[in-house]
């Protein structure tokens, strides 16, 4: 197999994947909501706007406009940082974790070998 193979192998896990959560009943997340939306639910530490925006290389106006969207679906909630007032920490909500575990279903799905043969039939 070539790395060629591989990419295109991961690209269609991606196109999959996107293709299923556009399809589905539920928030419809651009890759800059989406990156933040998993970086907030994948890294162990809290995160805040400050962080994000470093962590991502983009605006922290960029991250605000992401978590307002992300709100709007209740995938996430921001909060005053107690510590730091200046600071508004990031937290995680029971929809967000609902919709990490959706998320992780229609990766896995899409990268079972089952699923690239029906897919392509």
Known sequence: MS?????DGLAGILRNTIVDLVRRDGPD???RQ???????????????????AAKLNVSKPAITRALDRLSEFDLVRRKTDPL???????????????FLRELRGYLRD????????????
């Not at 998993?38 to 994000?52: D, I, K």
């Open 34 to 52: 989406l990156g933040v939306f998993l970086t907030c639910y994948l890294e162990s530490e809290a995160q805040t706007v400050r962080g994000l």
């Open 110 to 121: 899409a990268a079972s070998p089952k699923a690239s043969r029906s897919r392509a039939a």
């Open 29 to 31: 997340l651009s890759a």
């Open 3 to 7: 790395a060629h193979d591989v990419g």
């Open 84 to 98: 730091d007032r200046r600071s508004v920490l990031v937290q995680r909500t029971p929809p967000g974790m609902a």
